[in-house]
């Protein structure tokens, strides 16, 4: 009893100890050189890891395009749209201080608030990866004192207390499509057997919603779904993004995607891309059903289409569902079809009328400056009219050349068969 006593004591005195010395995740580390400026003006971000050695690394850095523009990064940084990458690696393959890892100059180009995030992925010389969590840094630009205080005060001013959007979405496995839009929820990746967990990140665009991530661990052969459930900062609005994870290593008997999607008559915008599963169109009032072409990828795979009769004044919804010839994994491609009323379809013949009449009269413009140069119609018929008889001209001629070649084979064949009869004659005598 008093071994049982002594080992119960001392594995409350090991739990209690990892209590006091674990500690939460490490972030990554941003500093600016001022966090409220003016607007044209240049400041600087640094970013790395406090207190840490690391021998490869990927930092994803986002930023409001709109805001602040890149002047001047490291050669180990690419720039895409609103996204900076940043990667490096060990040149000795040893571990190295990751105090100082990105450095960036910005320049406020319009007054605002915005937030730039860091997300990171970083790794041991020996492979093991480093459990950083992302960070985030609020710039306040600002046109003078009194605004850079103004806009400070409202620094979610444009973030409602109802807002469920995220801001940010990526998982740690490449591949997911189609690319994230807080608009879509639908999101769908295949990874191998050897997959176990996905680690996600999900930023809202309210910093004080909530984001719960469901599934993401403990992935079984075959469909998986990943939750992530925003709820909004007041709590009355609630958004679910999905992942749909295939795991398996047969690829291809997992594929859903279409390799053809087209309505008749109509152009679907944007234009058909496998990865990209929503699309809009609009519709003519006297269209009532739509024939969709919807071919998929793998022959195996079976398509389903619903929405595209009986299609209503408004707004109408078409999803084509795909489902993988491994009949689990499916992809729900989405038309949004808005089929215009008697009025919208008056205005936009109108429109149309209107935009054909000023083509016309641009080609007369551009006559008269002497940029262009239309033939008359009078000319045109003339100049057909021309071609016409040389051509006539030409098969007459032909036609006579016909007829002597005729007439002469005629008489050659007539003198041929006279000679014939010449000598069979002469022969009986």
């Known amino acids: 009893m008093k071994i049982i006593k002594k080992i119960l004591f001392l594995l409350f005195v090991t739990l209690l100890l990892f209590g006091v010395t674990s500690k939460a ?7 600016v050189d001022n966090r409220v400026i003016q607007k044209n003006q240049e400041f600087n971000i640094t970013i ?118 995220l801001d940010i979405f990526r998982l740690d496995i490449e591949g997911i499509n189609p690319e994230f839009n807080n608009q879509i929820t639908d999101y769908y990746i295949t990874v191998k057997e050897s997959v176990d967990n996905i680690e996600v990140t ?48 047969n690829e291809e008997n997992a594929n859903a995607d279409l390799e053809t999607l087209a309505v008749e008559y109509n152009n679907i915008f944007p234009d058909f891309q496998s990865n990209i599963t929503n699309y809009t169109l609009e519709v003519a009032n006297n269209v009532e059903n739509l024939n969709i072409l919807a071919i998929p990828n793998n022959k195996n795979g079976i398509v ?41 379809e008056a205005t936009y013949n109108n429109n149309q009328e209107k935009s054909l009449n000023e083509s016309s009269s641009t080609l007369k ?17 003339d100049m057909h009219e021309e071609e016409q008889e040389k051509q006539e001209l030409v098969n007459k001629k032909n036609e006579e050349v016909d007829k002597i070649f005729a007439i002469a084979g005629s008489i050659i064949s007539i003198l041929i068969m006279g000679i014939v009869i010449i000598r069979i004659y002469r022969g009986k005598k």
């Not at 995740?25 to 500093?31: F, L």
């Not at 299609?311 to 109408?316: A, C, L, Q, R, V």
């Open 304 to 344: 389903q289409v619903e929405g595209n009769e009986k299609i209503n004044i408004g707004k109408n919804m078409v999803y084509i569902t795909v489902t993988a010839p491994n009949k689990v994994t499916k992809k729900i491609y989405s038309i949004v079809v808005y089929r215009r009323n008697s009025d919208e």
């Open 365 to 381: 413009r551009m006559s008269s400056e002497g940029n262009y140069e239309p033939i008359e119609n009078d000319e045109t018929i």
């Open 202 to 249: 999900a930023i809202p665009e309210n910093n004080n919603a909530k984001v719960e991530v469901i599934g993401n661990n403990n992935l079984k052969s075959g469909l998986n779904i990943i939750k992530t459930i925003v709820t909004s900062e007041d709590g009355k609005n609630k958004k679910t993004y999905k992942v749909y994870v295939t795991k398996t290593n």
């Open 48 to 165: 790395g890891l406090k207190n840490e050695q690391i021998a490869a690394y990927t930092i994803w850095i986002y930023y409001d395009s709109e805001i602040l523009n890149v002047n001047q990064t490291d050669n180990n940084i690419n720039v895409v749209g609103n996204k900076i990458i940043a990667t490096g690696v060990s040149e000795t393959g040893k571990n190295f201080s990751a105090d100082n890892l990105v450095n960036l100059k910005f320049m406020a180009k319009q007054e605002g608030n915005t937030i730039v995030y860091a997300i990171g992925e970083f790794y041991k010389e020996n492979g093991k990866k480093v459990d950083i969590q992302y960070n985030q840094l609020e710039i306040i630009v600002g046109n003078d004192e009194k605004e850079q205080i103004s806009v400070k005060e409202n620094v979610s001013q444009n973030l409602t207390k109802d807002n469920a959007n």
């Open 25 to 31: 995740k490490d972030k990554i580390n941003i500093n």
